[in-house]
């Protein structure tokens, strides 16, 4: 099952493709038309951002084929970039402590977008899966706070949250006096000189927009939110923690993506820690 995010991420591909072919008419597109779609993909945007997107184009002819429309696709034998043209960016640790340090302020903003980073930074969740955290999603079980991640496909999975992150889940909650039914993230709006939090979910969207404008206030641009979770991916693995309970962390179905996240794994090794220390 999609999210509404990825529906309307795969909406807007498609729409993509009918707008640089000019029409919408799929048994009219050949080979040759995918071909060029590529290499003008290819001069604008990333190779993840490509592989994506001919990835949607893939499915939908896959689709009007089995509804009759088409034959056979033209997308068939056309490979997306390779991987080595794919170089994979995580912040070093150096920068993500700038990054968690810029964020220090009392206000209700401020208070928030400090919890979330370090939840990002921390736990390495997808940002889908920190917008749908609520209070009700977090306990405590013998001293640990753990914390109920609803993943991709709704796959579920209960992760234990480090304490450091845990301390500064905690402050914000208390701060913000949540209650068990508010979200952990929300946006905050202001009527006159009163600012307050809307008590409704942060979409995934404004939670990008969020931590891309505190990533560029400290030259950490060149990223995304989704190089936050790189970055935790990496740093656990060399930490020494195995790849199959890194694997489960992440939420990856397979250890071969968890192991394709790992940016250190041809630099230096970073030492070894019990936690993470921002």
């Known amino acids: 099952q999609l999210s509404e995010e990825s529906r309307r991420a795969y909406a807007q591909d498609i729409r993509q493709f009918t707008t640089w ?26 190779p993840s951002t490509v592989n994506r997107r001919l990835s949607v184009v893939r499915s939908l002819f896959a689709e009007a084929m089995r509804r009759g429309a088409v034959s056979s696709s033209p997308t068939d034998g056309i490979r997306g970039c390779q991987l080595e043209d794919m170089p994979l960016r995580a912040p070093t640790v150096e920068g993500v402590r700038a ?112 931590v891309r404008r505190r990533m560029a206030a400290v030259n950490l641009s060149g990223y995304s939110p989704h190089s936050l979770r790189r970055f935790l991916i990496s740093y656990r693995l060399q930490q020494g923690m195995s790849v199959y309970d890194v694997q489960r962390i992440a939420g990856h179905s397979d250890p071969r993506q968890t192991e394709k996240y790992d940016v250190y794994r041809h630099g230096a090794v970073l030492a070894a820690a019990e936690q993470v220390d921002f």
């Open 99 to 210: 990054l968690l340090a810029s964020v220090s302020g009392d206000s209700l903003m401020e208070r928030r977008d400090h919890c979330l980073l370090y939840v990002l930074c921390g736990m390495g969740l997808r940002r889908d899966e920190a917008a749908k955290l609520t209070v009700g999603s977090l306990s405590r079980e013998g001293g640990t706070l753990l914390a109920d991640i609803e993943g991709k496909g709704n796959k579920r999975r209960r992760l234990a949250v480090p304490p450091p992150i845990a301390e500064v889940i905690e402050t914000w909650v208390a701060s913000a006096k949540l209650r068990q039914c508010d979200p952990l993230f929300s946006p905050v709006s202001q009527a006159g000189r009163t600012i307050h939090l809307r008590r409704k979910p942060m979409g995934p969207t404004a939670l990008y927009n969020v």
């Open 21 to 46: 072919l000019g029409h919408n008419e799929l048994s009219r597109v050949s080979r040759q038309d995918i071909i060029d779609y590529r290499l003008w993909m290819r001069e604008k945007f990333r």
